[in-house]
């Protein structure tokens, strides 16, 4: 399962590349497939894999975005992973999504 998100994550980079995209911001929500950590692992081998990555001709960003739907340890292990992986410049910021009218968790 991991796999597919890497491969995914490689395939959106390249079609926004052959676009001509030069800077690409990804947002996504954290999923459990098997963790919110081998998840998150997965995306970004896919962009640090995507082959105009490996030659500098599109720079891609990573948004970890935190849905109000979800639960406030959910909210919490979001916001300590982006906080872990950006000082490793591998994550760029967080993101609040969803209705904010539904869940009371952020």
């Given at each position: 399962?991991?796999?597919?998100?890497?491969?995914?994550?490689?395939?959106?980079?390249?079609?926004?590349?052959?676009?001509?995209?030069?800077?690409?911001?990804?947002?996504?929500?954290?999923?459990?497939?098997?963790?919110?950590?081998?998840?998150?692992?997965?995306?970004?081998?896919?962009?640090?894999?995507?082959?105009?990555?490996?030659?500098?001709?599109?720079?891609?960003?990573?948004?970890?975005?935190i849905?109000?739907?979800k639960?406030?340890?959910?909210a919490?292990?979001?916001?300590?992973?982006?906080?872990?992986?950006?000082?490793?410049?591998?994550?760029?910021?967080?993101?609040?999504?969803?209705?904010?009218?539904v869940?009371?968790?952020?």
């Open positions: 399962m991991e796999r597919g998100y890497e491969q995914a994550t490689t395939s959106v980079i390249e079609e926004f590349h052959q676009e001509n995209v030069i800077l690409l911001e990804l947002r996504t929500t954290l999923r459990p497939i098997p963790t919110h950590r081998s998840y998150l692992n997965a995306v970004i081998r896919g962009i640090q894999n995507a082959p105009s990555v490996l030659d500098n001709k599109i720079y891609v960003t990573l948004i970890l975005s849905d109000r739907s639960s406030l340890d959910e919490l292990l979001t916001l300590e992973l982006a906080k872990e992986y950006y000082s490793n410049g591998l994550v760029s910021g967080i993101d609040l999504s969803g209705n904010p009218l869940g009371s968790s952020v």
